[in-house]
């Protein structure tokens, strides 16, 4: 782990003033945003989080393969938070990350969310990790970006906790986005697997429920995806690559 870590703070030092944060000019069709958090603060722990890397690398390089353009958001703009503890578990995408000079730039300089217009995409989709749990659910600028193109006919997805951006999304007609949608998100049993029943501001599925979701929730920690129409949702990291593929096959229809 410390290896990996002393080569992200070389990409760190690298790249923070080199590369811009967005690409070039390309059809809306083509592209698709993912949202990362910026709070690094867990609860009053004095504990640290952030996003959850898997849910970032799984869905980027994805989409890549596939063809489509990537930019990464996050809350603040600037240098999104990776929650150190990815890095405990063993994954074959973390040694990717550490290599690929140019996503490691687009973590590093991410676009402020505040800064992008959703006339520019086709998806957002919305990382998971604990972090988003604090500053996800009351943005503005997520209900505006994510309502604006859900209406436009493009895509809304989120994974894991990234779907507690979700919670407060409105459409035009006032209607929550969620009200009687099937939805996939974190657990109340996996967040008491991790302790974090008392440390997290509200518990996902309880909220998720409350605002009008079906939630649907399979075994904990296990791949589960929710394709409801242009909404598609994931239960955990385990999800995460499955999403972006139900992503890919519904822009392919």
């Known amino acids: 782990m410390k290896k990996l870590l002393t080569i992200a703070s070389v990409f760190l030092c690298l790249f923070t003033s080199t590369i811009s944060y967005a690409e070039g000019v390309i059809s ?3 592209k698709i945003l993912i949202v990362l958090t910026s709070h ?7 504990e640290k989080t952030g996003f959850w890397l898997p849910e ?5 390089y994805e989409f890549t393969k596939a063809g489509y353009s990537v930019d990464i958001a996050s809350i603040d ?6 929650d150190s503890k990815a890095f405990e578990e063993e994954d074959e995408y973390h040694q990717v990350f550490l290599n690929d000079a140019k996503l490691m730039a687009k973590v590093i300089q991410s676009i402020p969310l505040a800064e992008v217009s959703p006339n520019d995409y086709q998806v957002i989709m919305f990382a998971g990790g604990s972090g988003p749990m604090w500053d996800f659910p009351d943005n503005k600028d997520i209900s505006r970006i994510s309502s604006a193109i859900y209406e436009n006919k493009g895509i809304v997805s989120a994974v894991c906790h990234g779907n507690a951006a979700l919670i407060n999304i409105r459409l035009a007609d006032g ?12 657990t109340n049993e996996e967040e008491a697997s991790l302790g974090m029943t008392e440390i997290v501001p509200f518990l996902l599925q309880d909220k998720l429920i409350e605002r009008g979701a079906i939630h649907v929730y399979g075994k904990a920690w296990e791949e589960n995806v ?5 909404l598609i949702t994931g239960q955990n990291p ?3 690559k499955k999403v972006a593929q139900s992503i890919i096959a519904l822009l392919e229809k």
Do not use: M
Request: hydrophobic share 35%; glycine share 10%.
């Open 28 to 30: 809306n069709r083509e």
């Open 40 to 46: 690094t603060e867990l609860g009053n722990t004095g």
């Open 56 to 60: 970032l690398t799984h869905p980027y």
């Open 77 to 82: 703009g600037g240098t999104a938070p990776v």
């Open 175 to 186: 209607k929550l986005l969620i009200a009687d949608k099937h939805i996939s998100a974190f």
């Open 226 to 230: 929710v394709v409801e129409n242009r």
């Open 238 to 240: 385990a999800s995460a």
